[in-house]
Structures are given as structure tokens and as C-alpha cells.
């Protein structure tokens, strides 16, 4: 008979808590994406690299039985620098909806299934590529739903810094504040860089 698995434990918030800060990006490697133009650009400069992070932000809702109109935001992220996409403009909505019904590119990022949902009714695109990180850690044996900040503790042992005013924030604003830029890009740039760290264990 084999040997049951052995599940690896995920560490919790009081361990993480006494973590040393994960580096984050700052606003000098963020770039604010919102006209055709300027999500051209950013195609071009993510067609580089063969993995991305990914995430989305919805303006949260707050009634029962209110629906959201997300994704209002898309952030796609290299290891040197993420893109935050607002999805207010259709030029930009069409190229971000190219970005990722694009094959030949992992998208990998945290708790996506609903991201997905969203991007095809909002975006009637079918996104390619995408990678779902937590199940790369079930599969590895850890026993709970792995986040990013326990994905960042357990590959950098390091804390994963997320601000929950930004998290629920209106993300549907034309204009973005910096808190809501560094929050919505590190989400991604963290995914990247687990991907890679996964990629590389």
C-alpha cells in the first residue's frame, strides 16, 4: 500500500504578520492604461514576456440582489513592470479583450473563476491561458486554498502587504488614486513573480 500524501500546512496570519514586507512595486513601474493608444503600447511591451500576472478589480457592491458591471479594471503584470488597464474606453476595452483571449501566454494569478465569469460577460472574450496559482499548491500538497500573501510567505517567507480601503474602493472611478494603482498592480506583479518562483521549485 502507498503512504498517504503528506499535506503541507499553509502558514497563518500571525506567522505572516511577523514576516519581513515582500518589495513591491512602485509608482515609477506602474503604468495607468486607459485609451486605445496607450493599451497598444502596452500590448506591444507584454508580447515580450511568455507569462503574466493577472487579476481583475469590479466596483463592490453593496445591496442585496445588486449586480456588478465588472471587471472596470484589468491588471496584467511582467516581472519589471505591470499595466493597469481601466475598461471605461471602448478602444481600450477591445485591446484588452485581445490581451486576453490571446493563446501562447499564461495568465496566472489567484482565485480567478469569477474573474473569468465577469470578463465574459463583460468583454464576450473567452480568456487564454489563464492559470489558476492556488490549484498549483493543491497539487503540490498543501492542504488549504492558498492566497497570495500565503503564497508569498511560503515561496520568499516574506509578508504580503494589501490594503483593505483600496480593496474596496470604487474601482469603476475615472480617476484612479495612487493607493488604488500600487494595490491593483501588486496583485498581479506578486502573481507573476509566485508563477515564476513555481516555475523555477
Known sequence: M?????????????????????????LDRITLVSTGEQARAAAAALAKAPAWG????????????EMSDGPHIL???????AWVFQLHDPACR?????????????KAGFGLGDDRKRIIAKL?????????????FLERGYRKDMGVKGAVAVLFNQRFIKSKKAATSNWANPRLSEAQLV????????AIRVYEALALA
Open 2 to 26: 502507498s503512504k498517504p500524501r503528506t499535506r503541507l500546512a499553509t502558514p497563518d496570519k500571525e506567522a505572516i504578520a511577523l514576516l519581513p514586507e515582500f518589495e513591491r512595486l512602485g
Open 54 to 65: 493577472f487579476d481583475t478589480e469590479s466596483k463592490p457592491t453593496f445591496r442585496v440582489g
Open 75 to 81: 491588471q496584467l503584470s511582467t516581472r519589471e513592470r
Open 94 to 106: 477591445a485591446v484588452a479583450a485581445e490581451l486576453l483571449a490571446l493563446p501562447g501566454f499564461v
Open 124 to 136: 464576450g472574450v473567452q480568456p487564454m491561458g489563464v492559470l489558476e496559482l492556488n490549484s498549483v
Open 183 to 190: 494595490y491593483a498592480a501588486n496583485d498581479a506583479y506578486a
